[in-house]
């Protein structure tokens, strides 16, 4: 992250604390008033990313990455082919688990 670009943070998280709309113009006087120089798009990307993003939804998010796996439930009761699908993953993982003790009969190990 560049200099420029956290202080245009800074001054965004600032104007939206005091309930102040963030706009290109103010970030750019608080950063002009910290004497921090900044490339000149900076402020309006940030005003921007503010018109169109809730920020304090960013800001609760902030670890919480992007685009992970998404577990889906199995279907209960109806379909008579659900409780064979839902068998299926699990026979695939036993032998995925029955490779992993195989190798440990073999007579080495990761220290030997």
């Given amino acids: 992250m560049s200099f420029g670009e956290l202080a245009c ?9 005091d ?16 004497n921090v120089t900044v490339d000149s798009y900076w ?10 993003r809730n920020i304090d ?11 992970g796996a998404v577990a889906v439930a199995a279907p209960t009761g109806g ?5 064979a699908a839902a068998a299926a993953p699990a026979a695939v993982e036993k032998k995925e688990e ?3 003790e195989s190798d440990d009969d073999m007579g080495f190990g990761l220290f030997d």
């Fill in 79 to 83: 379909a008579g082919g659900a409780p």
């Fill in 57 to 67: 939804d960013l800001v609760t998010n902030v670890g919480s990455g992007g685009g």
């Fill in 43 to 52: 402020p309006s990307l940030f005003a921007k990313l503010c018109e169109k």
């Fill in 9 to 17: 943070t800074y001054a965004a998280l600032i104007l939206h604390d």
């Fill in 98 to 100: 029955e490779k992993e």
């Fill in 19 to 34: 309930g102040i709309p963030v706009t290109a113009e103010k970030i750019a006087t608080l950063v002009k008033t910290a």
